[in-house]
Structures are given as structure tokens and as C-alpha cells.
């Protein structure tokens, strides 16, 4: 059997709600030291990443979030917990945290390379979206049936909503209206999660959409 689709032991420990209680406790650490070095030492700065060699940012970077507006934790973890748990229930939890820590670090790798051409060494980059919308694509891959309501009034089938964030994200990131939101990341990790699902299960997402 290859190597790289060799499966794990199917086991569901809930990894869901292990991440989503990281973040949360991170973000209650940011709050409680505001003036530590908390927030520079784990998020992703392409700077501190090449002068400092702090390559453990392109992992921790994920589980930071903005301590001056509780809602870009509050609808990741919503995000994380909605979609998650299916989709970890389906994987099973080794494959899950596998899946989510990877496609969330390489989302970062390739901010991090985004950032260092286009000329923006000291940004912050921070929050667990890109992990997230890798989630998001597997949830509509494994559940393309589910009826998700956007703004809770208007029914959705899964794949038309998540593909449909990724082309808004897409044209925000063109057009710049999106602001300090890092598009690319998000696009990145929902890339890397459609790549996993080719090399790792040997499925195409579109197809698994579409069916």
C-alpha cells in the first residue's frame, strides 16, 4: 500500500473541541498580557521568521488571534466547531489533526513567501482561518447533500456555500476591498486541503462535490 494513503486507526477523541479550547486559552492569554511578547513570539512575522529563525510561527500563528476584536475568534471557532465535528466524525481524529495542522502550516509557508515578494516582512499573520476554510472544503466533499442556511434565513447546499466564500475571497484579494483580511492564506489553506484530498484519499473534491 502507499505510504502516503496508508489509513490510520479510525478513533474520534473529539479533537475538535482540544483545538478550539487552545484557542481560546491563547486568546485569554493575549488578553490577561497585553504588553508581553505573547502575540509576536506566536504569530507569523516573515521577518522575525528570517532574522530570528522563529520557524515555529508558521504552526503557532494558527492559534492566535486579534485581542482587540473578539469576533475573529468567535466566528472561527464557531466555524471550527460547525464543520469540525463532522468532518473529524468522518475522518477519524488522527487523520483530522493531521489534516487541519498541515494544511493550516502550509497556508502559512506560502503567506510567509506572499508576503516576503510582495514586500510586507513585519505583518502579523494570525488566526486560524486558513486551516479552517481546508475544513470547510471537506466538509462539502464529504457532505454535499447538507443544506447549510446562510445568515441563518437562506438554505444552501454545502459545496455552493464554501465554494461560494472561496470566490469571494478570491475577488477581495483582487480587488483589495478586503483590507487587512489575508485572503491569500484562507485561498491557500482551501488549495492545500483540495491537494490533500487528491494525494492523501485519492479523491477529487469537484467530483465529490458535484455527485
Known sequence: M??????FRYRNDNIVFILIGINILVYIAELFFKNSQL??????????????????????YMFVHDPNSIAHILFNMFALFMFGRQVEWKMGSSEFLLYYLLTGT??????????IFTGNPVVFLMGA???IFAVQLAFA?????????????????APVMVL???????????????GNVAHATHLAGFGF???YFIVRFGINPWRAMRR
Request: glycine share 10%; hydrophobic share 60%.
Open 164 to 178: 461560494g466564500f472561496t470566490a469571494v475571497e478570491i475577488f477581495l484579494m483582487v480587488t483589495g476591498f478586503g
Open 106 to 115: 502550509l497556508a502559512g509557508v506560502f503567506s510567509f513567501f506572499v508576503y
Open 129 to 131: 482561518s486558513g486551516a
Open 39 to 60: 502575540i509576536t513570539r506566536l504569530s507569523m512575522i516573515p521577518l522575525a521568521v528570517v532574522q530570528r529563525r522563529w520557524i515555529w510561527q508558521f504552526v503557532t
Open 193 to 195: 486541503g483540495w491537494l
Open 141 to 157: 466533499a464529504f457532505f454535499p447533500d447538507s443544506i447549510m442556511y446562510l445568515w441563518g434565513i437562506l438554505p444552501l447546499r
Open 2 to 7: 502507499n505510504i502516503l494513503r496508508r489509513p
